[in-house]
């Protein structure tokens, strides 16, 4: 794929394989290439050869569903860190609780899905930002991309 991107960015003619690749991969957002019927023939057979074998169409949609499922499961346990950190607060009798049950939910996901404690970087953090990273703590696919967040809050 960084080949293909490669060639794009030189402003190359991709031969219909490459085309084929870049759209599987990127869909029709570019308008760098230009998609013949050749390249679109290609396309839609796959499709139809996807599409008729049930077997493929089963394993996609069960994958689709462990994955809606991996999200809901992930979220509910977001929500509950965030509901025992607000009771926390409530218990010591100070609003903190709720930040900190944030916190340890945000760094909790992090070091679960990207194996890295960055817990530190998020305790200093406002309110306000904290509440920002929660909103989009799902969104990001890197460490990098979470940090970069940060540093724009």
């Known amino acids: 794929m960084s080949y293909i991107n490669h060639l794009i960015k030189e402003r190359k003619e991709l031969n219909d394989i490459e085309t084929a690749t870049y759209i599987f991969k990127n869909g029709m957002r570019c308008d760098k290439i230009s998609v013949d019927e050749k390249v679109m023939m290609i396309m839609k057979k796959k499709h139809e050869k996807f599409s008729e074998d049930e077997a493929l169409s089963w394993i996609a949609f069960e994958r689709q569903c462990g994955e809606w499922q ?11 860190g965030l509901i025992q950190g607000h009771a926390q607060g409530h218990i010591e009798g100070h609003a903190l609780g709720i930040d900190e049950g944030k916190i340890e939910m945000i760094a909790l996901y992090i070091q679960t899905r990207f194996n890295v404690d960055i817990q530190k970087d998020i305790q200093l953090l406002s309110s306000e930002k904290l509440e920002k990273l929660k909103e989009n703590i799902y969104t990001f696919n890197t460490i990098e991309e979470i940090k970069e967040f940060m540093r724009n809050l």
Not at 72 to 77: L, T
């Open 70 to 80: 991996h999200e809901g499961e992930k979220r509910e346990a977001f929500e509950d």
